[in-house]
T-cell receptor, first 112, second 112 residues
């Protein structure tokens, strides 16, 4: 079973607009991570937010975490065509072994 | 520079063959993972290993086995390849549950 579920499944915007993707998860977590995948390639880590953090920034990326709602959001500001990719959230369980479980991802298309 | 290397980028195998997918990391990471990625399903965890010779089943272990005889190498084995195992296979590694994962470039396996 997948721990994280992204929403929306697909997003299409114009360059310069902001893109927001959401992730919901089911169980208690140690941290939540966001990854990016360009077509047909491996994933690249973007940002990690710990369960005791509420917001984190990295360049044009802003991630929020609401553990009471078991949800997170990734905001990409001032999108560029080069941001076109799939974005995945991944969660690490707070207990047990070191599983890292991914959601189905959001496909983002940024049009020039 | 961190590196996770998968032995093949593309692979074509026949039904019933025994298939080995190799993954090597050079970062002395404890955790290693094997995922398969299919359109619309995101990344699904097949197996992970948290130490040498230690392994745990993921969400879809049926038809697969793994081997981790050395810390840097994690092998995925398809005991008898079937057409429904045609997929993109991704290997990842990380230090522990508090850190991000690094991915290989992926192996696109076709079983005919």
């Amino acid at each position: 079973s997948q721990q994280g579920e992204e929403d929306p499944q697909a997003l299409s915007i114009q360059e310069g607009e902001n893109a927001t993707m959401n992730c919901s998860y089911k169980t208690s977590i140690n941290n939540l991570q966001w990854y990016r995948q360009n077509s047909g390639r491996g994933l690249v880590h973007l940002i990690l937010i710990r369960s005791n953090e509420r917001e984190k920034h990295s360049g044009r990326l802003r991630v929020t975490l609401d553990t009471s709602k078991k949800s997170s959001s990734l905001l990409i500001t001032a999108s560029r065509a080069a941001d076109t990719a799939s974005y995945f959230c991944a969660t690490g369980y707070s207990g047990g072994y070191n599983k890292l479980i991914f959601g189905a991802g959001t496909r983002l298309a940024v049009h020039p | 520079d961190v590196k996770v290397t998968q032995s093949s980028r593309y692979l074509v195998k026949r039904t019933g063959e025994k298939v080995f997918l190799e993954c090597v990391q050079d970062m002395d990471h404890e955790n290693m993972f094997w995922y398969r990625q299919d359109p619309g399903l995101g990344l699904r965890l097949i197996y992970f290993s948290y130490d040498v010779k230690m392994k745990e089943k993921g969400d879809i272990p049926e038809g697969y086995s793994v081997s981790r005889e050395k810390k840097e190498r994690f092998s995925l084995i398809l005991e008898s390849a079937s057409t429904n195992q045609t997929s993109m296979y991704l290997c990842a590694s990380r230090t522990d549950r508090r850190t991000e994962a690094f991915f290989g470039q992926g192996t696109r396996l076709t079983v005919v």
